[in-house]
């Protein structure tokens, strides 16, 4: 039986970078599920927005309320946290580079003054756009073309603490939503990263009766270094609440000073 040893593909170099980079931190995970009743309610009635642009447009809403997670930490000897008044979203793509199947991420800025339709554009647009044309992923496919050594230090360079939040996001968030996974639990490389699972018709007890209703599971997976379990969790608690609330509210509107040029 034969075995073939090969090196790993180049479309997969950043993804290293990343693990060795997110190693260092001391990550909590949390989960909770959302009664995703009033979302899907409030998609049929019109645009058919993802669930993905629900998600960011309620951690714009949300992460204000938490500066301290809306922050990044660096160093060992000289531990330093910078917290960030803007929400910029990390959001994980699953795109095949060169054949090879491979989680990219690019940073959608300023979401706390998006609207859920200008959220829904820039999903499409990186939805349908080829790898190799999505602007934001220049600095990973340069990654990907460097040996990996000196990918290692560039990597370490552009993430450095002033700037991360440009290439790395305030908050990370990852969907598997469209295969059935009721759990998962990720880092994203920032203080706080958010998992969504598939929406499942589910049992659940409402004024004591069982009844179906169609719940999204919701992770959050913290660095212990930056925020404690508590904040962590009335996080996730106000998360869970905006999210259940979608169309009862100014879900619609413009957020305060929506950036038109953003993503």
Do not use: W
Not at 43 to 68: C, D, K, T
Not at 116 to 121: F, G, R
Not at 137 to 163: H, Y
Not at 211 to 235: E, K, N, W
């Amino acid at each position: 039986m034969s075995v073939e040893i090969a090196p790993v593909p180049a479309a997969r170099r950043q993804t290293l970078h990343f693990l060795r980079f997110a190693g260092a931190a001391a990550p909590v995970h949390l989960d909770t599920e959302v009664d995703a009743t009033a979302l899907l309610e409030h998609r049929a009635r019109g645009r058919r927005f993802s669930v993905v642009s629900y998600a960011m447009h309620a951690l714009g809403r949300v992460m204000p309320e938490f500066p301290e997670a809306n922050a990044a930490f660096a160093g060992s000897l000289r531990p330093r946290v910078a917290r960030h008044a803007a929400v910029d979203v990390k959001l994980t793509l699953d795109k095949k580079v060169d054949g090879t199947r491979s989680v990219l991420s690019v940073v959608l800025p300023d979401v706390d003054g998006c609207t859920l339709d200008h959220l829904q554009n820039a999903v499409e647009r990186l939805r349908d756009t080829p790898v190799g044309e999505i602007r934001e992923l220049a600095g990973a496919r340069a990654l990907q073309k460097l040996p990996l050594l000196v990918g290692r230090l560039a990597f370490a360079l552009a993430t450095r603490l002033p700037g991360r939040h440009t290439r790395m996001g305030t908050v990370a968030l990852t969907s598997l939503g469209h295969a059935p996974v009721r759990r998962f639990f990720s880092h994203g490389g920032t203080t706080v990263t958010i998992g969504l699972g598939r929406i499942t018709p589910t049992p659940v007890v409402v004024d004591g009766e069982v009844v179906v209703r169609p719940v999204l599971p919701l992770s959050l997976t913290f660095d212990h270094r930056v925020i404690d379990g508590a904040m962590a969790a009335d996080l996730l608690t106000a998360l869970k609440s905006t999210l259940e609330a979608t169309g009862a509210g100014d879900v619609d509107g413009v957020g305060a000073g929506d950036r038109a040029g953003t993503a």
